[in-house]
């Protein structure tokens, strides 16, 4: 079993920044990779950005060049640095650890970017 929470969503304007942090615990020696994967009203719930376990990262086209993962191995968290953000980024964002038997989540935490 693997339990992730996040933390760090909020109201923020156009163009400013957040910071979220998801923190691992448990089975985490099992979890091959963790991403994030955003939600907005009415739709699919999508990747942003994931990163393996050696480091690796992957970035949905859309928040290229303006989020960063990253990971505190010290302190089992995996970090979401949003930059520059666009009323479109405005979702629900959810903290994922794959592993091979199952797909964890974390219970989401609400990004709104006003105009």
């Known amino acids: 079993q693997v339990q992730l929470v996040e933390s760090g969503g909020g109201l923020v304007q156009a163009g400013g920044s957040l910071r979220l942090s998801c923190a691992a615990s448990?089975?985490?020696?099992?979890?091959?990779?963790m991403a994030w994967y955003l939600q907005a009203r009415g739709k699919q719930r999508e990747l942003v950005a994931l990163?393996?376990?050696?480091?690796?990262?992957v970035y949905a086209d859309s928040v290229k060049g303006r989020f960063t993962i990253s990971r505190d191995n010290a302190k089992n968290t995996v970090i979401l640095q949003m930059n520059s953000l666009k009323p479109e980024d405005t979702a629900v964002y959810y903290c994922?650890?794959?592993?091979?038997?199952?797909?964890?989540w974390g219970q989401g935490t609400q990004v709104t970017v006003s105009s």
């Open positions: 994922n650890a794959y592993t091979i038997l199952v797909n964890y």
């Open positions: 990163i393996t376990s050696g480091g690796s990262t």
């Open positions: 448990g089975s985490i020696g099992s979890i091959n990779y």
